[in-house]
């Protein structure tokens, strides 16, 4: 139990496109999900927590006008990077919060932006 | 005060030993401590979870000692494999308004050689 899924898992774009990217949970229903991004060997840097139904909560430093969250039902939440340029190719993750308190982990999105 | 504070950087571990990370932290209003296992280009697992009201707890060959007063716990990995050369990560959240986020310490690469 508890999957969390994410597509694509791997996207390369041109510098200027938009780009979407989708957290499913699989067998739960979350009405809260996160998103993080993690640049390699380094720890996880939460960007925004996504609540169903309402606008999503940015951490200080995100720019909500380019990273564009939209949990529009309680399997699914979208972060789109708008406008991505080279400096946005990271790893994106999602969570899903399950239960009150665990959150479980998409397998992650590698994006690059050309 | 937001932070948690994880050692060592990177371990290495005879297989069949014990691998031991420690995690500390300041702010008192925490009380949810979970590890997360991360393979590269994967997302983070979920391995065990503890609450402070809890001194240790033990899955498998993994075990968190939770010491309250000193703020500080801990991962032990009994038996060490190879299969478990992962980067390790511990967190801490509190109820702070229903948010539930996760506050992650650096991780730990660990290697257990065969």
């Known amino acids: 139990g508890a999957v969390v899924s994410q597509h694509p898992s791997w996207v390369i774009c041109k510098s200027g496109t938009s780009v979407k990217i989708e957290c499913r949970s699989l067998?739960?229903?979350?009405?809260?999900m996160f998103w993080y991004r993690q640049f390699p060997k380094q720890s996880l840097m939460l960007m925004a927590t996504?609540?169903?139904?309402?606008?999503?909560?940015?951490e200080q430093g995100v720019e909500k006008d380019k990273f564009l969250i939209n949990h529009a039902s309680l399997t699914l939440s979208t972060l789109t990077v708008t406008s991505a340029h080279p400096e946005d190719s990271s790893f994106y993750i999602c969570?899903?919060?399950?239960?009150?308190?665990?959150?479980?982990f998409g397998p992650g999105t590698r994006l690059l932006v050309l | 005060q937001q932070q948690v504070k994880q050692s060592p950087q990177s371990l290495i571990v005879q297989k069949g030993g014990i691998s031991i990370i420690n995690c500390a932290y300041e702010?008192?209003?925490?009380?949810?401590f979970p590890w997360y296992q991360q393979f590269p280009g994967k997302g983070p697992a979920l391995l065990i979870a503890i609450r402070p009201d809890v001194s240790e707890k033990k899955e498998g060959r993994f075990t968190i000692s939770f010491n309250k007063s000193a703020k500080q716990f801990s991962l032990h990995i009994m038996d060490s494999q190879p299969g478990d050369s992962a980067t390790y990560f511990c967190a801490a959240s509190m109820a702070q308004g229903g948010s539930e986020k996760l506050v992650f310490g650096k991780g730990t690469k660990l290697t257990v050689n065969p």
């Open positions: 702010n008192t209003a925490f009380d949810y």
């Open positions: 067998d739960f229903q979350a009405t809260t």
């Open positions: 996504s609540n169903e139904g309402s606008k999503a909560t940015y």
């Open positions: 969570s899903a919060l399950r239960g009150g308190r665990t959150q479980y």
